[in-house]
């Protein structure tokens, strides 16, 4: 059988298909793409069993078939050519000839029994929300997600419906991130878990275009313009992170965002390398960053406009998490609300964008004498 495609729209179609396919895998049949062509549409799918792609457009062919064929040869070739028409002969012994003005290609494929069979996800349930406003939110939140697999649920960004809005949730024990997006409004109050992987591939599908969530207890689908994107949740129950949220922190230094985050990038330099330690010594209306490497004999301090109203405090943070946080909240002034050198501090945007609402936790660290 025979079908024709333009390189540029094939090429376009498999782009968007390749995060799927695994670089290195125990189970070789995941490095292919599952073709099928019914009724004159070609569906493109792609798996690695934790994720999986797909896509489709239309294409001349007289009949139907499926197979699997090498992803990244295919996609090799294909985005090599120039703009131009693509022939695809399949023999049905299993050899491909693909022809175009300027040469030949001969590439094997394999029956489709083997491939795995990729979720469905019931469509009952629908979520619409617009790409961009889905693309802030993990943004803002996952980066604080956890890289130990001692507690699988923390190395997934939370996906939580409430009345209040829809929340995002992320944590490592060290530093927490809630963010809520208050378009959105629930009665019912559901919980679930994506996974690092899907998160970092859905974020690079994301844009203007609106996306259609449908979520079942074990997978989520994103439904893209004419992408589908399926992911297994993790099936763990997320920590209760209300209860380290404080409610009683009544110290609040306001700084500017950018100048403290200047600031930090040059204590990095200086910190030592094992604790990353960053000391905040807070007085009223005044804020010195200080750091030192005793390993090198080598220092740092400066000193930072602020407003400050509290009891006078000297707190020691981990550079690292603090420069994380202000590089992921927006606006030209932060508050961070203290309670004690011991006692977990709320960094917030002074104002938040419209519809949104984002906090962020952060732990201390033990100050060196």
């Given amino acids: 059988m025979e079908f024709k495609l333009n390189s540029k729209i094939l090429e376009k179609l498999l782009a968007k298909i390749i995060p799927a396919v695994p670089s290195r895998t125990p189970m070789p049949i995941l490095e292919n793409f599952l073709f099928e062509i019914k009724d004159g549409l070609l569906t493109v799918s792609a798996t690695d069993l934790e994720i999986a792609l797909r896509?489709?457009?239309?294409?001349?062919?007289?009949?139907?078939?499926?197979?699997?064929?090498?992803?990244?040869?295919l996609y090799d070739i294909v985005r090599s050519l120039e703009d131009t028409q693509v022939n695809f002969l399949v023999d049905g012994k299993g050899k491909i000839k693909i022809t175009t003005d300027k040469g030949v290609y001969g590439l094997s494929y394999s029956p489709s029994e083997d491939f795995p069979e990729i979720a469905t996800v019931s469509k009952e349930k629908e979520v619409v929300i617009n790409g961009n406003d889905l693309k802030k939110a993990l943004e803002q939140t996952s980066f604080a997600m956890s890289k130990e697999d001692m507690r699988p649920a923390m190395t997934g960004t939370l996906v939580e419906f409430a009345k209040e809005g829809l929340?995002?949730?992320?944590?490592?024990?060290h530093r927490l991130v809630k963010f809520i997006?208050?378009?959105?409004?629930?009665?019912?109050?559901?919980q679930y878990i994506i996974p690092e992987r899907a998160i970092s591939v859905l974020?690079?599908?994301l844009g203007d275009a609106d996306v259609k969530i449908y979520l079942s207890k074990t997978y989520a689908s994103f439904i893209i313009n004419d992408l589908e994107f399926i992911s297994r949740l993790i099936g763990e129950k997320y920590p209760s992170y209300s209860s380290v949220i404080p409610l009683e922190n009544e110290n609040f230094l306001t700084v500017s965002r950018s100048e403290l985050l200047s600031a930090i990038k040059r204590m990095m330099l200086f910190s030592t390398s094992n604790s990353k330690q960053v000391k905040f010594s807070i007085g009223e209306n005044s804020l010195e960053v200080s750091a030192e490497d005793v390993d090198h004999g080598s220092d740092a301090k400066e000193n930072?406009?602020?407003e400050y109203k509290g009891d006078p405090m000297d707190i020691g943070f981990n550079t690292t998490y603090v420069n994380d946080i202000l590089s992921h909240l927006v606006g030209d002034k932060v508050v961070f609300k203290l309670h004690s050198p011991t006692k977990a501090s709320i960094i917030e945007p002074v104002k938040n964008e419209e519809n949104e609402d984002i906090m962020m936790l952060l732990m201390p660290v033990r100050l060196n004498n």
Avoid: H, Y
């Fill in 55 to 73: 896509s489709s457009l239309n294409v001349a062919a007289e009949k139907n078939i499926k197979m699997v064929i090498p992803a990244r040869l």
């Fill in 167 to 173: 929340r995002f949730v992320a944590t490592d024990g």
């Fill in 181 to 190: 997006n208050k378009s959105f409004t629930s009665e019912a109050q559901e």
């Fill in 203 to 205: 974020l690079k599908q």
């Fill in 304 to 306: 930072i406009q602020c």
